[in-house]
């Protein structure tokens, strides 16, 4: 059984910066395609950033220079470093996998495994 569970989400200032976590379990990060979406307050649920096996990276624009996705094999897990932050990256985060190719990492019907999401609030 495939688990994914996120860490790190919080309250921060404009300009500040998060870490968001996600400890995998059930399947090796470095094997699929894992991503980021958000979903904030009456929205759709967007593309963040996403991470194939071989460690390419993809990134909506809107996070574009201050996102950075990477992953630790060793501890399973896919990281989203959050600089910047601005108000309206106010939202929860979630954490996907997907045995996909990365060229369809921004679609979410891609992603068969969810994590239960954390939240982020970026104050003005």
């Known amino acids: 059984q495939v688990q994914l569970v996120e860490s790190g989400g919080g309250l921060v200032q404009a300009g500040g910066s998060l870490r968001l976590s996600c400890a995998a379990s059930g399947r090796t990060v470095s094997t699929v395609t894992m991503g980021w979406f958000r979903q904030a307050p009456g929205k759709e649920h967007e593309f963040v950033a996403a991470?194939?096996?071989?460690?390419?990276?993809s990134y909506a624009d809107s996070v574009k220079g201050r996102f950075t996705i990477s992953r630790d094999n060793a501890k399973n897990t896919v990281y989203l470093q959050m600089n910047s932050l601005k108000p309206e990256d106010t939202a929860v985060y979630y954490c996907a996998s997907s045995t996909y190719p990365i060229y369809y990492g921004r679609n979410r019907d891609r992603y068969d495994y969810w994590g239960q999401g954390t939240r982020v609030t970026v104050s003005s």
């Open positions: 991470i194939s096996r071989i460690g390419g990276t």
